[in-house]
């Protein structure tokens, strides 16, 4: 068998091998599909059965819940249907009632209507009987009817008015009392709790100086110093004999402070001419006038006052240089700025306002407007126009009664004014004015018949009288204490009030032995 051969049989048992295993695979896949298919119808077959076992349980579970549900509706609807078999029985009752009590209310309407007429009768009988008895009354008392009410209501009237007069004069009296006591409370707490220094001011500046060369420097030659001085300051320049000084004289305290600065400024530099006078007076004057707004404005953040007009500050700060009876206006008015704060407050008022009040009631007195106008009137005018409220306006302007007093703070600022002022020490007199005047109310109330002795106390702030009570009566006295009140007001001059009392007394005297 050649080669030839042999590849034909190889190819050909190949052939026959692969054709062989071609169908055995083919029969090995068959028996494999038969068998998955198998399996899965089985497995189909088994979901199918598990799926209606399932639907079966759910509608048997679904059907249960309706029954259930059903059957608590039936349980409602029976329920509701007893409520209102319930109800109705109720109504049916309350029915019932009303008509028995509607037949009571007959009842009781006839019942009254007879005793309506019943007592219609009972009141004709009654007016029968007391028109009889009214008759016979008039005809024993001798006046009718209506004169006798008349006479009933006129005594009822004069007792009415004798009860409500006691009670009136009653009340009047607590009321004064009352009133007595809590104001002598009010300002003895506001003296006590205010304390100030005073600041004594007079016309006269004195300026010390080295030597009396200082002195002729200042004079320069033939006076031309000194009269420029005088000229540029307005202020008499007074050099006499007195070693080491020279007086500045001047009605404005201003004035005296910018010739004061002025020399002091001059001395120390040394050189002292006219033309240098004119230099240092106008510098001087603009540093008095800065020194005077910052004391005003330092014034006003001392006592908590805000939002004051420029030119009101300015006035407060020109106070310091100006004083009243030898009292410093500033300190004075700080003072009664505080006075009047603690009264405000005692009285549950404002003391804010009040403060603000008092500080301002004398900025009339530094101002160069209107000087033929009182100080308060002016004040008033200038609060007015630099926009304070109207009831500090008017506390300024009514301060010294020169204007009505509308506003509840005005008598406030009045008493304050009058504590500060009338305060020991605040203000100073000449102690021969003093005594003249306090000899004088004495002379005046010995004038009077009757009088025994008078004594002026409290400086002069009250004048006792003791009248024999043989020669003056309880009512002589009364009109004799306002009698030398009027001629004390009418024929002296004396700062604050003067008190007047007179005292009249009985005396029984024995002796044992």
Do not use: W
């Amino acid at each position: 068998m050649d080669i030839t051969q042999i590849i034909i049989f190889s190819a050909g048992g190949f052939a026959i091998g692969a054709g062989l295993a071609l169908a055995l695979a083919r029969f090995i896949m068959k028996k494999r599909g038969d068998s998955i298919l198998k399996s899965a119808r089985e497995e189909a077959e088994n979901i199918k059965k598990e799926k209606i076992f399932q639907a079966k349980e759910r509608f048997l579970q679904l059907k249960s819940e309706h029954e259930q549900h059903i059957a608590e509706k039936n349980r409602q609807i029976a329920e509701a249907e007893n409520r209102m078999h319930q109800k109705q029985n109720a109504l049916n009752q309350q029915a019932s009632e009303l008509g028995r009590k509607n037949h009571e209310v007959d009842q009781m309407k006839e019942s009254l209507k007879s005793r309506e007429e019943l007592l219609a009768k009972k009141t004709q009988e009654y007016e029968a009987l007391r028109a009889e008895a009214n008759r016979q009354i008039e005809n024993i008392a001798g006046m009718t009817a209506e004169e006798a009410k008349n006479q009933l209501i006129q005594n009822m009237k004069d007792e009415a008015r004798t009860q409500a007069q006691s009670y009136i004069n009653e009340m009047i009296d607590e009321a004064r009392l009352t009133a007595s006591k809590e104001a002598k409370r009010i300002v003895i707490n506001t003296i006590q709790r205010t304390a100030t220094e005073t600041a004594i001011e007079n016309a006269v500046t004195v300026f010390h100086i080295d030597s009396d060369e200082v002195k002729g420097r200042i004079i320069g030659r033939e006076g031309r110093n000194i009269r420029a001085l005088e000229a540029a300051t307005g202020v008499e320049i007074v050099v006499d004999d007195t070693p080491d000084a020279i007086l500045l004289s001047a009605f404005d305290p201003v004035r005296r402070e910018v010739a004061r600065l002025a020399l002091h400024q001059l001395v120390v530099d040394g050189r002292i001419h006219p033309a240098r006078i004119e230099d240092v007076v106008a510098k001087v004057s603009k540093q008095l006038e800065d020194e005077i707004m910052e004391t005003g404005k330092r014034t006003c953040i001392d006592l908590g006052i805000h939002g004051l007009h420029i030119e009101l500050v300015k006035l407060i700060g020109r106070m310091k240089y100006r004083s009243s009876y030898g009292q410093n206006l500033l300190q004075h008015s700080r003072e009664v700025a505080n006075i009047c704060a603690i009264m405000a407050s005692e009285l549950g008022l404002n003391p804010k306002i009040a403060k603000r009040a008092g500080l301002l009631h004398d900025i009339g007195k530094v101002s160069e407007d209107d000087p033929d106008l009182p100080h308060a009137l002016l004040g008033m005018k200038l609060a007015e126009q630099y926009k304070e409220k109207p009831e500090i306006c008017n506390s300024i302007g009514a301060h010294h009664e020169e204007v009505e007093m509308t506003s509840i703070y005005a008598p406030i600022v009045l008493v304050g004014d009058a504590i500060s002022g009338a305060r020991p020490g605040a203000r100073r007199e000449v102690i021969e004015s003093y005594i003249k005047r306090l000899k004088g109310m004495e002379d005046l109330a010995a004038s009077y018949p009757g009088v025994t002795k008078s004594y002026a106390i409290q400086a002069g702030r009250e004048l006792r009288v003791i009248v024999g009570a043989e020669q003056v009566t309880d009512q002589q006295a009364e009109e004799l204490s306002a009698e030398i009140a009027r001629r004390i007001q009418d024929e002296m001059v004396y700062p604050g009030q003067v008190k007047i009392t007179v005292i009249r007394e009985t005396r029984s005297i024995a002796f044992a032995k």
